[in-house]
Each structure stands twice: as structure tokens, then as C-alpha cells.
């Protein structure tokens, strides 16, 4: 029986739609995986939400062969589907909800169920006894005063990220010159660098306080927003840095380490990003360098037991993952912190570092979990 026939070892991808050949994101990403799907047995079609035609259950795909490159399709609906949607702002949310909703309808079901954002992950995790240590106060963005309050509270610095946000868009480092915003007028500033909607640095002072605080609701709008402190995470040369952790489930359905990374942004920037110009450096030494070899292989141990633990409790609450980036933050003190969870990661870090298996297994691993969960099924369905 051909594949095309065969519903049970098709996956589907979902990505956005763009304006490029072929026309969809990740399409770098998306042809190693129809190539790994080629050599696990499981045929790959990579389809935006949008492309369905709802009378004849059918939808257009791509898929790509190694001789013959790309090749469009008209397909049935995969069962079974990997979702890479990432939306930058609610409008590209809501343009596919509806064909999202049909799919879910139609019993199609999802790899991994996405993480919604930032605040929610969170609630999460805030009870977690192992994981308290490692969580910065986190609360939601309630206004100009309550921001004024926050930053009073927190020596004059705070920093504001997207509740829904992605690879650096719209984050904001506040600051502020004085001790107290109530000082006599005039001798009180404020400071307001961060990364734009097209994640563009810009950066804004403002003589009164409140102009700048109402500058920021502004820019807000009704998004939602968190507030933390500032933590100061620059590696010895002022490069703002993180660590990425990629944790996978394997073909057995367990969580692992697919690799770690350090990521780097430029001198004085506020994010690490690579979105954002920043770029990537195998983890150990970069450690080693900024703490001495004792201290890198205990925060390396460190972060090995935090990322063993973050998956699995999220689960509990929020429902089946299939991968998660995790961003962790080390202070001047070596002192480790989550920063963000991400469940649709890249993994451009690995091409970077140059680890080549890390990298290989970033893209087979979605596809055996996949296969594992296509075998499940059919042993439930077999007579």
C-alpha cells in the first residue's frame, strides 16, 4: 500500500503562509523534516490551515524528495498534524482560527498542544517546589501607576515582555534615575529601550516620568503584558546572553536534552535573540570563560535537573508537548533563572555551534514521536 493511501503514517506540518517558494515559513526546517519522515517511513506534507477546501475535505500541500525538490499536492487532511504556526499579532490569529477549529472538528489531532504565553506558563510553574528558586517575580502589566509602583519596588529597573510574544518583538527595559518617582518635579528621568513589533532596537527618554509611562500604555495598547525585574544577565564583554535548552520527547514518548547552547546578542543590546542579531556558542566553554571550569560544570548539572523537571509539570496542567525551548538566564552571581518557555523552538543554534548530532536530532525526533504515536493508534484500531 502506497503512503499516499496509508492516512495512518502521514504527518502533516503546519506553517504559515508567505509570499516565497514555496510559499509557506520554515521551509528550510520543513524539507529536512519530509527528508528524515522519507528515511522513518512516515510521509511529510507541509500545509497552511488556510489551503483547505472544507468541501471536499482536501487540502493543498508540499512535499519534498530529495531528486525531485518541492512538489505541490492536493492531499486528503493528515490525521495527524505538527503544529509550527506562530502568529505575530491576534490578526494572523484570527485569519486561520476557523480552519484550526475545522481541523479539531474533522478529529485531527495535534503532536503537541502550543503554549498560549508567558503568563500562563507562569501559573504553571510558580507552585513547583524544585523550580521556585528559578522563577523571577512575574505579574501582569495593570497600568501606568501600577508600573510606577513596580519599578519603585524594584530599584528602578523592570522589564516588560508580551504576554504572547516571540523572539524579542516588543520587549521594553524601563528605567528610571532617581529614587523615587515622587522627588521633586523635574529631577526624575526615564529610560525606555526595547525591540519594536518587526523587532527593530529603538530607544526613548522622556523628561517627565509619566510621559514616558503613558508613552508605554500607549505602545501597549489591550495587549497583554508581564512585568519582572531586571535582571542583569551580560557576559563579561556586555553581550546580553541566555542559555537554550532543547528538550524533545524521543520515539518512546519520553522527554530528553537534545542540546544546549549559549546565545549571544551584540554588546549594549537588550536581548540575546538571534531573531535579533544575535548569535550562538557551544555552552561549556563559553561557561568556562565567563566562571571558571567548577563553576560551568555545576551550572551545567544545574541545568540538566531544571530542564529534566520544567516539561513534565507543564504537562500536568496544560496537556500534551512534543518539544519546548527553554531560555534560562545566569546572573553575575551564577545565579540560574527561567527566563521563557517556548513550545514551537528553533534550532538554528546547533547549525551555529556547529554540533551536528544535536542538530540531525532536532528534526528526527519530532518524527519518531510522531511514528511512535501513529504505531499506538493502529495497535488500538487493529482487529
Known sequence: MSLWKDSSRILGVLQNE?????????ASFCRKLCIAGQKHGIEVLIFCPLWINRKTKMVRSYTYKIKHGWKEMI???PKLVFDRLNFVNKEQFRKVQGAVSYMKRMHTKWLGIGLSGKWDVYQMLKDEPLLKKILPETVLYQGDQHLADYINRHHGSVFLKPHGGSKGRSVMHVTRTFSSWHAEEGSTRIKIEGRDGRNEPFVREFQKPMDGLQWIKRCIGGRKFVLQPYLSLHSSND????VRVLM?????????ITGMAARLGRPGAITSNLHGGGHAMPLAPFLTEQFGEDTAERL???????????????????????????????????????????SKPGRTVFTQTGDHEAAKQAVEKPILYARSIMVRHLRRVSP
Open 300 to 342: 551545567i548539572k544545574e541545568l540538566t535537573s531544571y530542564s529534566s523537571i520544567i516539561p513534565a509539570a507543564i504537562e500536568q496542567q496544560h496537556g500534551r508537548l512534543v518539544e519546548c525551548g527553554l531560555d534560562f538566564g545566569i546572573d553575575q552571581q551564577a545565579r540560574i533563572w527561567l527566563l521563557e518557555v517556548n
Open 75 to 77: 492531499t486528503p487532511i
Open 248 to 256: 524533545q520527547k524521543n520515539e518512546t514518548g519520553h522527554w530528553t
Open 18 to 26: 508567505s509570499s516565497g517558494k514555496p510559499p509557506f515559513t520554515e
Open 239 to 242: 553581550e546580553p546572553y541566555d
